[in-house]
Each structure stands twice: as structure tokens, then as C-alpha cells.
């Protein structure tokens, strides 16, 4: 769909107002805004979609007031068009698993779209793309905090290994991290090369990646994984809001793209956090995958500008 700018801004505040509202109840997992569904279906109609991960059954409303009582969500108090999905969400890190693929090996020149890990992480997820400090110009790589980092007080200049741990990386540090939005809501890390092996704009069977921009509602984007490979979504929510559960408590992530499935597809997996989302034909960043849902099949990315600006680094395009 293509949302018209009026409607996308009251949409815009109304979610704000869902948010201040909902997001830290216990039932909410995501707050954003996107296209209505209705039995399913695409409905075409804008709306403040709030994801909860269990829909409560359907009975009176009074009886559902006394039942939930404070987790109770009131959709009267949001002065737009609603709707509830229910989905889980968790980050897509894995843990070690029996295979081989070039995404597992050592990657000469480094790519995106291959397994890397924090040299004390013992599982694995994708090094998103090469990107360029601002200040500096030095090279350095970009994935998830959860993937490069995972410690709330890390150790200075953590290293970072290609392949992962999990993939047999032991040893293959390729450089350490100097930069991380985990406490100001974006779940992006990067890390500086030390000079030990070529590096390339590419994303690994995509192509160049050279600039970012911001994600578009119901636009099919594609993105190449550790994971799952190289797979296609469509933007169904935008703007969204999530309190992810990480070690020490719950963080607020922010900016979110919610990726639906293309005719039932697998969108994304266990893996796959830190895989950059890119419009198929420009290889124009959009979005930077960390967390999904497999029942339903469901995608959640950082918008890229923002990640971009929070992190002070550029593609190198």
C-alpha cells in the first residue's frame, strides 16, 4: 500500500499515543504502523497496529475489562484505526549447528551476508555490510550488539571473528568493536578492521550495496543471511516500537520495520541477525534485521538511516 502523507502523519501521532499508552504492558511485544488486516487479508486502510502475544478469546467486553484488568488495552484511547497481531518475537542469533556453506567459511574479502560473532559469543549471525567511519574513513563492519557484543559492560576493543564461533571462527579475529547503540534504542554494533584481510561493498549473491534510505509500507525488499540465505519480504509496518528482553532487562528498540511473507515464504531465521534488507533492484540499504517470528512468519529490522547516524559511519558508496 501506498499510505497518503496526512493520513501516514495521524498515524505517526496516534502510535505515539499507543506507545506511552501500551508498549510496557506485559501482553505487547511491538507497537508500529501499517496496512489493517482482516481475516487475514490486506485491507488497504492505515492503522496502529499493536502486536500482543496472545489474543485474548472473544467475550464480553466488560468480562475481558475484569479479566486482563491493568493489562487490559483499550483501543478507544487511540484516536485512529486499530489492529491486534499476534506474534512472539525473538532475536535471530544461532548456536552452533552441523553445516557448511560459504556463508559459514572464512570470507577473503569480507562480504555481507556471512557468519561473524564476537569473539566471546559461542554462536553466530551476519555481518550486515562494510560501512566507512565518517570521521576517519576507516573500514569497519556492521551487525547486531546482540551478535558483536551481548555484554552489558564489555571489555574495551571487544574482539570480533569471521567466521563466528559457532560457525569455527576460533582465532579469526578480524577486528574489534568501537561503537554500539544498544542503550539509545538500536540494536547495531560496529567494529573496526585491522587490516587482515580484503574487504568489499558487496552483499554476498546480491551485489553493491552503496546507499541507505528509508523503508516504504508494502514494498518487497530482500536481504542476504547467514541464516536463511537470501529471502524477500514486504514492509508491512513501519515506525515501530519493542521491548526486547536482553541480559539485564528490557530494552526499547526503536525505528522498526515489520517484514510480512511473500506467499508463505520463509522471511528470516536463526542466524540471520545483522543481514542488511535492500531494495532488489537498487541494492539500496533499508533496513538492519535482528529478530523475527516463525509462527508467524514474521521479520523485524532497524531502519538504516538512523542506524547509520547513531553509529557516525557511511556505506562506502
Known sequence: MRAAPDALAKARRAADIAKAL???NPRVSLIDVGEKREGGERTGRLAVRIHVTRKPIDQPLGELQAQLGADFIDTDRIPFETDIIEAIYA????????????????????VGGVSISSE??????????????????????????HVLVAMLFPSSLMGVVQPGLG??????????????????????????LDGGR??????????????????????????????????????EG???AHPMRYTGGMLEIRDIMHLGSAEGSEVSTGGDSGSVWCDPDTIDGVGLHFAGSNSPEFALAMALPPVLDELNVRLPG
Open 22 to 24: 501500551y508498549l510496557h
Open 91 to 110: 532475536m535471530h542469533e544461532a548456536w552452533p549447528m552441523a553445516q557448511t556453506s560459504q556463508r559459514a567459511g572464512t570470507a577473503n574479502p569480507l
Open 120 to 145: 566471546y559469543l559461542w554462536g553466530y549471525g551476519t555481518l550486515g555490510c562494510v560501512v566507512t567511519d565518517r570521521v576517519s574513513g576507516d573500514p569497519m563492519v556492521l551487525s547486531n550488539w
Open 167 to 192: 560457525d569455527g571462527g576460533w582465532g579469526q579475529r578480524i577486528g574489534a568493536v568501537v561503537r554500539h547503540g544498544i542503550y539509545r534504542g538500536h540494536d547495531a554494533a560496529v567494529a573496526v
Open 198 to 235: 580484503h574487504w568489499s561493498d558487496e552483499l554476498l549473491d546480491l551485489g553493491s550495496i552503496r546507499s541507505a534510505r528509508s523503508p516504504i509500507l508494502g514494498e518487497t525488499l530482500t536481504k542476504s543471511g547467514r541464516g536463511s540465505g537470501v529471502t524477500s519480504g514486504i514492509v
Open 238 to 240: 513501519i515506525d515501530g
